[in-house]
């Protein structure tokens, strides 16, 4: 892990950095969407994604840059809005539609989500990975006093580029 991505991590428990993250994801969107999500502010380490999920009031597409855990050949997403008392809208998008599309270094897979709302060893599992790319996620969980939403998103077979799902648990 180098310089840049320690700084990152500890810098994330910071209140500031939780204010500037929503800026930084916009910047970030727009990179990732222009570079095909080939390049991303946050960098490789992070295991960036951009997830396009279906509005669910409006029912146009909604794109969102994410970071993931590789779970079980799947993507494991916390919505955690840095802290905020609010959940995400893309947490709503996707309980309303659980269809989405990923892009993981250019690469599209259509995913299905699953909400994990149970405590139990599913969820440990995929906290406990969460954990290991972003540690900040129990600051920000600590600081939202709501339930934080933690879904499970695997690769829809029907869909196309079922091949980009991960394959390696991240590295620490």
Not at 138 to 153: E, K, N
Request: proline letters at 8%; glycine letters at 10%.
């Amino acid at each position: 892990m180098g310089l840049y991505t320690r700084g990152l991590r500890k810098l994330g428990h910071y209140r500031w950095m939780a204010r500037l993250g929503p800026h930084l994801v916009r910047a970030d969107r727009r990179l990732q969407q222009r570079t095909k999500g080939r390049v991303s502010l946050m960098g490789r380490d992070f295991h960036p994604l951009l997830l396009t999920s279906t509005g669910r009031r409006s029912g146009l597409p909604r794109v969102s840059p994410l970071i993931y855990a590789p779970v079980e050949g799947g993507f494991a997403l916390a919505g955690t809005n840095f802290g905020q008392r609010h959940h995400p809208a893309w947490t709503a998008n996707l309980i309303a539609e659980p269809a989405a599309v990923v892009s993981v270094d250019g690469r599209e897979t259509s995913v299905r989500a699953r909400l994990i709302t149970e405590d139990g060893p599913e969820r440990e599992l995929v906290w406990g990975a969460l954990l290991k790319v972003w540690p900040a996620y129990d600051t920000y969980a600590a600081r939202a006093g709501r339930p934080i939403r933690v879904f499970l998103l695997t690769p829809d077979a029907a869909g196309p580029a079922a091949d980009a799902a991960p394959t390696a648990e991240p590295e620490d």
